[in-house]
């Protein structure tokens, strides 16, 4: 398959470039692209980690984890290198979000809770970083084929974790896990299709606050803005989970 072809990065001195989380995945690829790239200026926020399953599973230490890579990594990541680039009046910091930082997604909810979270941080730090000339932008990315599927902490539906829950939640996990799998075989990304949105966020002179690289869920997400209460939301991505069944169990 041959490489796609890159947007060009503008113009300008050669800097340092800080990727934290390029062990794999869009980091690694961001990291490859611009190691070979003579012009780059600008900061990622990109480690993450997962968290799935009924709220009844996640202990305190992993929610507590979670939230230290996801939330809190990010946050002493920019405080340390926010004070140099207001002195320089200017900057850019990219940060990983989610699909899951917009829209709750069920049997995600303590990875939700933390993205929310990041969305809520850029987004008020965006309005203050605005005289400095420091861009922030979010890339919000959906299912991407990474090892971060692989390596989140997720109950055994046959686990002994899932033994002390009511039999319909057990039953509504299993037929998520199965939506899981239907969705990263079916509309998954690649890294290299992901990696156009991080350096067009980079390249533009001045990049949105939030950019996606999917519009999987789109429709739902326009729904959840334009129904206030939540409710017809919440209905519907029931609905595209679970298939329009109210009721739980081992149904199909």
């Not at 987004?123 to 420091?134: H, K, Q, T």
Request: proline letters at 7%; one cysteine or more.
């Amino acid at each position: 398959m041959p490489w796609p072809r890159w947007p060009a990065l503008p113009a300008m001195e050669r800097t340092t470039v800080l990727i934290t989380g390029c062990s794999s995945g869009i980091g690694l690829g961001l990291a490859a692209r611009l190691a070979a790239d003579a012009t780059r200026r600008f900061k990622v926020c990109n480690a993450g980690v997962g968290l799935m399953g009924p709220l009844e599973t996640c202990s305190d230490q992993a929610m507590k984890t979670l939230f230290d890579v996801n939330l809190f990594g990010a946050v002493r990541t920019i405080q340390a290198f926010l004070p140099a680039m207001k002195s320089r009046r200017a900057g850019r910091i990219i940060v990983s979000s989610s699909i899951g930082g917009l829209q709750g997604l069920p049997f995600n909810a303590v990875y939700c809770a933390s993205k929310f979270a990041v969305e809520g941080l850029c987004e008020s730090l965006a309005i203050v970083l605005r005289p400095f000339n420091i861009h922030l932008t979010l890339v919000e990315c959906g299912p991407v084929h990474t090892s971060f599927l692989a390596n989140l902490q997720r109950p055994d539906p046959e686990g002994s974790e899932m033994r002390g829950l009511d039999a319909e939640t057990q039953g509504l996990y299993r037929r998520y896990l199965g939506h899981c799998q239907s969705i990263f075989r079916d509309t998954a990304q690649e890294v290299e299709e992901v990696l156009p949105v991080f350096l067009e966020a980079i390249g533009s002179p001045c990049p949105p606050l939030r950019c996606a690289s999917t519009q999987l869920l789109a429709p739902l997400w326009r729904l959840r803005l334009s129904s206030p209460d939540g409710s017809a939301y919440v209905r519907a991505m029931h609905d595209f989970v679970f298939g329009g069944s109210e009721t739980g169990g081992d149904q199909p």
